[in-house]
Nanobody
């Protein structure tokens, strides 16, 4: 049974940083893409970033480039989203997700991911 557990969310002032973690377990395939999405109140879930688990290549939404960094620790089966220079508009629930479909691609829509975590709240105060 695949399980993704996010952690690291919280309350931070504008300009601050947070690092989110996504601990993965139960994955039976060795190659997959881990993505991060966020969903603000009343809005649709939006793509933030994705990383190829085996190769380490990453892809970012344009609005996140330069501020957010996605990474992974293969030994710990954990993905990370380092968020810097946070803005109030970054306030949202952040979800990690996994896509193991072949051929692998950096999916940017919810439907391209098969497994999801429960989300972690990030609140940025002005």
């Amino acid at each position: 049974q695949v399980q993704l557990v996010e952690s690291g969310g919280g309350l931070v002032q504008a300009g601050g940083s947070l690092r989110l973690s996504c601990a993965a377990s139960g994955l039976t395939f060795s190659k997959y893409v881990m993505g991060w999405f966020h969903q603000a109140p009343g809005k649709e879930r939006e793509f933030v970033a994705a990383i190829s688990w085996s190769g380490g290549g990453a892809y970012y939404a344009d609005s996140m480039k330069g501020r957010f960094i996605i990474s992974r620790d293969i030994a710990k089966n954990t993905g990370y989203l380092q968020m810097n220079s946070l803005k109030p508009e970054d306030t949202a629930v952040y979800y990690c997700a996994v896509n193991g479909r072949v051929p692998l691609r950096f999916g940017v829509t919810e439907s391209e991911y098969d497994y999801w975590g429960q989300g972690t709240q990030v609140t940025v105060s002005s």
